[in-house]
C-alpha cells in the first residue's frame, strides 16, 4: 500500500518526500523496525503520557475523536495519532488539541528519518515514531493513539502500558495483511491486549467473541465486551450504563452507528483509573465531538456551489461492506424514495466494490464511478458497467467535479438532488481539499 502526502511548506514536503521513499507498496508488518528505530531515537514510546490505545476494522478513528472531546471537556488536554491523513499530514499528529504545526513536523521527520537510515522502515512506521517522538517531548495529560491496521503487529504497538484498550467494530478489510476470515482479523485486533489493562470492546458473534477472550487472557487482559460490565441502547439518542450508574448521550455525529462507536468511548474512560473525566464531561465530548470525511455534510465551497440551491452534498469515507452497510442506513432513513439521490464512489483497486455497493440495492439512484487521483483504483468504465445490474444509470465521470456538474446539469429544481461522495479516504481528502475545508 503506498502511502503519499504533500505540503505547501517546503520544510515538510522535503521531508515528506523521504517518507515516500520508505513505502514501496510491500510493507511487511512486524515490530523489529519500529522496536530498532525508536531505540535510536531514545525510546520516546515509553515517555508518554497516560496512553488510550484503540484498533477495529470501522469506527475507531470516530471512537478516538469521541475520546478526545471528551477529555477536553474535562479540561484536560490529549495527544492524538490517527491515520490517515485526508488534506495534510499535520492531521495524523495533534499535540495537546492541535494539529503539529509544520516547522516542528519538518524537523521531526528529518530526526526520525535520519535515524532510520539503512533500516527499511516503512512510512507509517517513521510516521508513528516521529508521533511518539514528539509525544514525549510536549506535555499533556493523555496520549490517544488509533492503530493504523491490524493490531497484533502494527507499529503502534510497542505502547508498553496503556491506561485502556479498545477495538471497535471488525469486519473485513486488508487481507492481504490480517487473513481472510473473522476469526483471523480478531485475532490480529485483539492483539493490542495488555497484561493488567482493560480491553473494552464490541459485543461479537461467538467465534469472534472465543477468539478475543482467548486473546485477552493470554495477555492477561482484563476482557469487557458490551454486554458485560457495561451496555448501551437506543440510537442515536442512547443510555449508556455499567456499575456506576446510566448516562444519557446523544452525538452530533450523524449515523446510527455513532451512538455504538461513543458507547466504546464513553466505557473506556469509565473503565481506566488514570484520568478523572466527571459525567458532563463525557455527555458534552461526545455531542462536541467532530470527525471529518464521516458522514460530513459538506458546507458552501467550490464543489458543493456546482450543485443546484437545496442540493445536499454528503461525504464518507466508506470503502469495504461493514461501513457502507452503515451509511447506506443512514440515507434510507434520511432521504424520501421520491428524492434523486446520487452516489459518487471512488475505491482502490483493492478493496470490494460488489461488497461495497451491495448495501445500497434496493434504492432508486444514479451511481457514478470516478478515480481516486493518484493511487491506483478500479476503473470507473469498468464498475459502471458492473453497477448497472443493478442500477441501469450508472455513468462513469473523469473526476468528482464532473460527476457533479452532470448531476447539476440534470437536476430538478423542484426536486434538488441528495449526492453522497463515498469511497477511498484518499478521495474524501482530495474533495475536503477541492471545497476549502480542511480538517483543522
Known sequence: MIDRASSDHPAVQEQLDRLALLSPGADILGLERITALLGRLGNPERSLPPVLHVAGTNGK???CAFLRAALEAAGLTAHVYTSPHLVRF???IRLAGRLIADEALAALLAETLDAAAGMEASFFEASTAAAFLAFARNPADAAIVEVGLGGRLDATNVIPDPIVCGIAQLGHDHHAFLGDRLEQIAAEKAGIAKRGVPLVTEAYPANIAKVVARAAAEAGARWLPRGSEWDA???PAATY???WGAIAFAPELAGAHQARNAALALAMLRHQRALDVPEAAL???????EWPGRLQRLAAGPLRDLLPAGAELWLDGAHNPAAARAVADFFRARVPGGRPFHLVLGLLANKDAAGVLNPFRGRAMI???VPVPGHEHHDPAALAAAARKAWPGALPADSVEDALGWIARHADRAAPPVVLVMGSLYLAGAVLKANAQAPD
Open 61 to 63: 478513528g470516530s471512537t
Open 90 to 92: 499535520n492531521e495524523r
Open 233 to 235: 441502547g437506543g440510537e
Open 241 to 243: 450504563r455499567d456499575k
Open 283 to 289: 455527555k458534552a465530548g461526545i455531542r462536541w465531538a
Open 367 to 369: 451511481v457514478h464511478p
